[in-house]
């Protein structure tokens, strides 16, 4: 680990001025930022301690809404009245993620900002990866890539998001509230993360200095909803393929329906398309398959994970099933 400096604010605007500084990072719960940093994969040249922000609150919002503080524990997030009544989808993704003991510790904001398991991104050893170091090309696209992206990938990176919870987040339209040197602004879910493209090494449309500081939830009628997370193993993994699936139903007919996927991209995946096709239908089998075949439309698998193609056809229409009451 290199060495660093470390300061502690208690309000907002300490933050922001202390974080401004070149090699600065916000240090939260750090449960991915020091184990990159003790990996050599991170290197700040100073940390800015923002776990005395009073930014823990979840709130109503006068529209109907909620609003979750970055500081939230990801345990109390999904645990929470209101979180679990309205917004059963984020409770269910949430108590997937991780285990307890992380889930007690990590907080709404920091899961956003968390990194990709990628191996090669991990493991320094391993020159070629462009979203450590860019420009040294990408090791996953001729290695071993089983866990790797199969929708929105590019040449330079083919790393998949690993957080349960923004998968989630973006099938419920969220907003992300952030505060900066430049003010405050408010950025869409389906926009906070970016794809790869040419500049791998950059996860979030955050700018350099900007603190993440709650994410609102606009009122929500998707309460038939499913979270759906497939692994390796049943406890502390990451997805290979997960569905965030809600519906508004009208009687039989779906009046609304939210799909996004996670394991498969390099940010979380709203399938519009899918959701396109359930909306005015009554849900059948037939349909499910259809709406799922479009998610993956255009999905371009590697050597180890061709295998995610079918298997997010099968997540989506099994997790709808479930949200509609079909299962």
């Given amino acids: 680990m290199n060495s660093f ?8 605007e300490s933050a ?59 345990s109390d997030a999904a645990n929470h009245q209101l979180v679990r009544a ?59 890539n089983r866990i790797h992206a199969i929708l929105g990938a590019s040449p330079s990176c083919i790393a998949v998001h690993p957080s349960d919870m923004a998968v989630a987040l973006a099938a419920l339209d969220a907003t992300v509230r952030v505060h900066g040197p430049q003010g405050e602004r408010a950025i869409p879910m389906r926009e906070f993360h970016r794809l790869p493209g040419d500049t791998p090494q950059r996860d ?6 900007e603190l993440i500081t709650a994410v609102d939830l606009p009122a929500s009628q998707f309460t038939k909803a499913h979270y759906l997370k497939l ?33 498969v991209a390099h940010k979380p995946w709203r399938a519009t398309q899918a959701e396109a096709l359930l909306i005015g239908s009554s849900l ?19 050597r180890d994970n061709a295998f995610k193609v079918e298997l997010a056809q099968r997540a989506i229409v099994r997790a709808l099933q479930t949200a509609g009451g079909m299962a």
């Fill in 5 to 12: 400096s470390y300061v502690r604010v208690s309000d907002v």
């Fill in 16 to 74: 922001l001025r202390e974080g401004g500084a070149a090699g600065s990072r916000f240090l939260g719960a750090g449960t991915n930022l020091l184990d990159l940093m003790k990996g050599g994969v991170e290197q700040p040249r100073r940390l800015i301690d923002v776990t005395r922000l009073p930014l823990a609150a979840i709130e109503e919002l006068p529209d109907g809404g909620l609003r979750i503080g970055a500081m939230a524990a990801n």
């Fill in 86 to 144: 309205r917004y059963p989808l984020l409770s269910q993704a949430l108590l997937a993620g991780a285990s307890p003991q992380l889930r007690n510790m990590a907080t709404v904001g920091g899961n956003l900002l968390q990194r990709t398991r990628c191996y090669y991104f991990y493991d320094t050893a391993f020159g070629a990866c462009n979203k450590r170091n860019p420009g040294s090309g990408c090791a996953a696209l001729e290695g071993y």
């Fill in 204 to 209: 979030t449309n955050l700018e350099h200095g």
């Fill in 231 to 263: 692994r390796d193993r049943a406890s502390y993994a990451f997805a290979l393929v997960s569905v965030a699936a809600a519906l508004d139903m009208q009687g039989n007919r779906v009046r609304g329906a939210r799909i996004a996927l996670g394991g």
């Fill in 284 to 302: 059948s089998t037939d349909l499910l398959r259809k709406a799922a075949a479009a998610a993956v439309e255009g999905a371009k698998p590697y």
